[in-house]
């Protein structure tokens, strides 16, 4: 009985096998055949996990490659064209060109002539942005006499000042100024 189901089953027709079905087999003993060559020495290991490495940056920056070199020559052709224009021009006619300081103090243009007789005075003097004085103070002495106002007023009167400036501009401001005399007698 036995022996009758085993002819049986050799008298079954056959039935194809799915195209399909055959890759997946042949790929699956491929990958089975190569993993069991890569693993036998550790030589072949290395040597295929560098072949894997240089697949994988392979396929990562050719794509990148293009347009990286792309955009490195349009940014020396463009720099190309406009370094031409990056040039200073020295020795030019700057006699007319005023030097920016970021600070400066109050200057005087001319002292009075009438300031310098009788005793030392120290003043604080106020002047605006146009170079005109504004106020004026005694810090040391709040009840002056005539002769230091007189002293005061024509420094004030006869003098010129040169406004402070700040990053190019005038600007008011105060400064304390020491009138001191000397006697020479010869």
């Not at 009167?157 to 020491?178: D, E, N, Q, V």
Request: hydrophobic share 40%; charged share 20%.
């Amino acid at each position: 009985m036995k022996r009758d189901f085993m002819d049986e089953l050799k008298n079954l027709p056959r039935r194809p096998v799915p195209p399909l079905l055959t890759t997946r087999l042949s790929v699956l003993a491929s990958r089975e055949r190569s993993r069991r060559i890569t693993h036998r020495t550790y030589r072949t290991w290395l040597v295929e996990r560098l072949s894997r490495a240089q697949l994988f940056f392979d396929n990562l920056l050719k794509p990148l490659a293009v347009p990286a070199a792309g955009g490195l020559l349009c940014s020396f052709l463009c720099f190309g064209v406009i370094v031409n224009t990056l040039h200073l021009h020295y020795g030019g006619d700057w006699q007319d060109d005023m030097p920016i300081n970021f600070t400066s103090e109050i200057a005087f243009g001319d002292v009075s002539p009438f300031s310098n007789t009788g005793q030392d005075v120290m003043v604080q003097l106020a002047v605006d942005s146009l170079g005109n004085v504004t106020d004026y103070a005694l810090p040391q002495n709040p009840h002056p006499s005539a002769e230091e106002l007189q002293q005061i007023g024509n420094l004030v009167l006869f003098s010129t000042f040169t406004p402070a400036m700040r990053l190019g501009r005038p600007i008011a401001s105060k400064r304390l100024i020491y009138i001191s005399h000397m006697t020479v007698k010869g």
